[in-house]
C-alpha cells in the first residue's frame, strides 16, 4: 500500500530534499490585508499614502507581518492609519492573487506576487468620521468617494479589487475569488453590469407621508416594485463610467394624465414591467428643480406596487439601449440607490406596506439576481 503524496511531492521527490530545500521549494507571495469601510450614503474610504510616487491612493490597509493572521493586520492597520480602535470586521469580501508579471507591477521591481484579503470593515457614523486621526508621515489624507471616482484614484488592479469586494458586499454574494484582478469563476451580476452605488445627496431629504401640497408639482414617480417573494425590481442605466441602479418610473410627461400613468409607463419601458395596485408612500421636496430645467420646488413621489409580469427585456425608448434588471431585497435596493438612512426607512415602509397590502413576505437575505432576458413567470 502506497502513501499519500502532496502535489509537490510529484516534482521533486520528498525524501531527496531536506529541510531547508524543502522550505526554499515552495512558492513564497506576500500576503495583505485591507477593508471596505464606507460612509452611511455608501461612499469607500481611501487613504493617499505619502510614500506612492505615482500619486494613487489606496483602501486602508496594509502588510500582514510575520506569523500574523490577515484579519489580525487589518485590525491593526485600521487602528494605526485612521486612529479607529476595535472596528468590527464582519467578514471576508474577496481574496486576490497578483501575480509578478501584472502590468501594474513596475519592471524590474522584487515582487514574488502577493495574495490580499479584503475585509468589511462596514459603515462609519458620522461621529467615528469625525474621530479619524492619519499619521502623517504615512498618509497625507482620507476621503469618502463614489465608487466611479475611487477607481480613477487607485491603480487599475487595486480598483478592480475594491469594486468586486465592495459588490460582494452589497450583492451578498460569496467572497470574490480574483486573480490580476479578474474573477476566477462566475461574474456576479453586479460586476458583469459594473454597477456603482448612486449617491445623489439630494436624498438626506425626508420622505413627506401625507398628500402632495396644491402649490407644488409632482415631477417625478418612482416605486418600490414587489415581486411576490418580498423582493424588488431595481434598473441599472449603462454608461461609460458604469452602471446606475434606480427604481423604476421616471419623470412625469405632459401626456401622463396622472403620476402613477408615469410609473405604468415608464416601469414597462425601462424593465418591461406590468404592475398593479399603486400606492403612493409619500413625496421628497426637491427645492430647485435644477434636473427639471430649473422649475423651482417640486415634489417627487414615492410608491409602492406589485409587479405581475415581467417580459423579455426590450431597449428603452428613450436611450436606445436595454437596462439590467435586477432582483435586490428592499434594503439591498436602499444600499445600492445611495440614499443612506433615509433610503433605509423608506425601504422598511415600502416592505411593510407590501406585506400588510398584499400579503407579500418580508423578503430574505440573498444574493442580488438578474431578471432573465426572457423575463419571468410570476406566480
Known amino acids: 500500500m502506497t502513501s499519500p503524496v502532496s502535489p509537490s511531492d510529484h516534482v521533486t521527490p520528498h525524501a531527496a530534499l531536506s529541510t531547508g530545500q524543502q522550505a526554499a521549494s515552495r512558492h513564497a507571495v506576500w500576503v495583505g490585508a485591507a477593508a471596505i469601510i464606507t460612509d452611511e450614503v455608501g461612499r469607500v474610504l481611501l487613504v493617499h499614502p505619502t510614500y506612492r510616487e505615482d500619486g494613487s491612493w489606496l483602501l486602508p490597509g496594509g502588510v500582514v507581518e510575520p506569523g500574523e493572521h490577515p484579519d489580525v493586520t487589518c485590525r491593526r492597520e485600521i487602528t494605526e492609519e485612521l486612529g479607529l480602535a476595535n472596528l468590527p470586521l464582519a467578514g471576508v469580501l474577496a481574496v486576490h492573487s497578483l501575480s509578478p508579471h501584472h502590468p501594474d507591477i513596475q519592471p524590474g521591481a522584487l515582487f514574488p506576487g502577493e495574495i490580499r484579503f479584503v475585509f468589511d470593515g462596514g459603515t462609519l457614523c458620522p461621529d467615528q468620521v469625525e474621530a479619524i486621526r492619519l499619521p502623517r508621515e504615512e498618509l497625507s489624507e482620507f476621503a469618502f468617494l463614489e465608487t466611479r471616482d475611487a477607481v480613477q484614484r487607485l491603480r487599475p488592479v487595486d480598483g478592480q479589487i475594491m469594486l468586486a469586494a465592495y459588490r460582494a458586499r452589497l450583492g451578498n454574494t460569496a467572497t470574490a475569488q480574483l486573480a490580476d484582478g479578474r474573477h476566477i469563476f462566475d461574474v456576479p451580476a453586479l460586476d458583469r453590469h459594473d454597477v456603482h452605488v448612486r449617491y445623489r445627496p439630494l436624498w438626506d431629504s425626508p420622505l413627506n407621508r401625507g398628500p402632495v401640497p396644491e402649490?407644488?408639482?409632482?415631477?417625478?414617480?418612482?416605486?418600490?416594485?414587489?415581486?411576490?417573494?418580498?423582493?424588488?425590481?431595481?434598473?441599472?442605466?449603462?454608461?461609460?463610467?458604469?452602471?446606475?441602479?434606480?427604481?423604476?418610473?421616471?419623470?412625469?410627461?405632459?401626456?401622463?394624465?396622472?403620476?402613477?400613468?408615469?410609473?405604468?409607463r415608464e416601469a414597462a419601458e425601462e424593465a418591461q414591467l406590468t404592475l398593479a395596485d399603486p400606492v403612493r408612500l409619500g413625496w421628497v421636496l426637491d427645492e430647485t428643480g435644477e434636473v427639471y430645467g430649473g422649475v423651482g420646488p417640486n415634489a417627487r413621489l414615492r410608491l409602492a406596487a406589485r409587479v405581475t409580469a415581467i417580459g423579455p427585456a426590450t431597449a428603452d425608448p428613450a436611450t436606445g439601449r436595454p437596462f439590467a434588471r435586477l432582483l435586490a431585497t428592499p434594503a439591498q435596493a436602499a444600499a445600492l440607490l445611495g440614499w443612506g438612512p433615509p433610503g433605509a426607512r423608506q425601504a422598511l415602509l415600502a416592505a411593510e406596506t407590501a406585506r400588510k397590502r398584499w400579503r407579500l413576505p418580508m423578503a430574505r437575505a440573498a444574493a442580488i439576481e438578474e431578471v432573465p432576458p426572457e423575463g419571468m413567470r410570476l406566480s
Do not use: Y
Request: net charge negative.
Open 215 to 264: 402649490r407644488l408639482p409632482v415631477q417625478q414617480a418612482w416605486a418600490w416594485c414587489f415581486v411576490p417573494d418580498g423582493r424588488v425590481v431595481l434598473v441599472a442605466d449603462p454608461g461609460p463610467r458604469g452602471a446606475l441602479p434606480m427604481l423604476p418610473g421616471g419623470t412625469v410627461e405632459t401626456t401622463d394624465t396622472t403620476p402613477e400613468d408615469t410609473l405604468h
